[in-house]
């Protein structure tokens, strides 16, 4: 069993930046973040394997960065020029046999 933990949401305006920060328990492979909006589907923010190729979502591109130490098992999400559209709860995820989830952290993009 993994444990995936969260942290670094929270309310920034238009156009500000946040980090969001996830750590796993254990030793794992792939790490990443989804997003899911009020009445939308989940959807990949972006992620990386343990060797550090990265994967991104396309309405994220340019403008959200993702990176990772494998010495800590976590991640981080640099999240730049912040809309409105980017509100969600952020979810993190790691990979290990199976894929486990954290609790979610919320962003809210407002003024």
């Known amino acids: 069993q993994v444990q995936v933990v969260e942290s670094g949401g929270g309310l920034v305006q238009p156009g500000g930046s946040l980090r969001l920060s996830c750590a796993a328990s254990?030793?794992?492979?792939?790490m990443g973040w989804y997003r899911q909006a009020p009445g939308k589907q989940r959807e990949l923010v972006a992620d990386?394997?343990?060797?550090?190729?990265?994967n991104y979502g396309g309405s994220v591109k340019g403008r959200f960065t993702i990176s990772r130490d494998n010495t800590k098992n976590a991640v981080d999400l640099q999240m730049n020029s912040l809309k409105p559209e980017d509100t969600a709860v952020y979810y993190c995820?790691?990979?290990?046999?199976?894929?486990?989830w954290g609790q979610g952290t919320q962003v809210t993009v407002s003024s």
């Open positions: 990386i394997t343990s060797i550090g190729i990265t």
């Open positions: 995820y790691a990979n290990r046999a199976v894929r486990y």
């Open positions: 254990g030793s794992v492979f792939n």
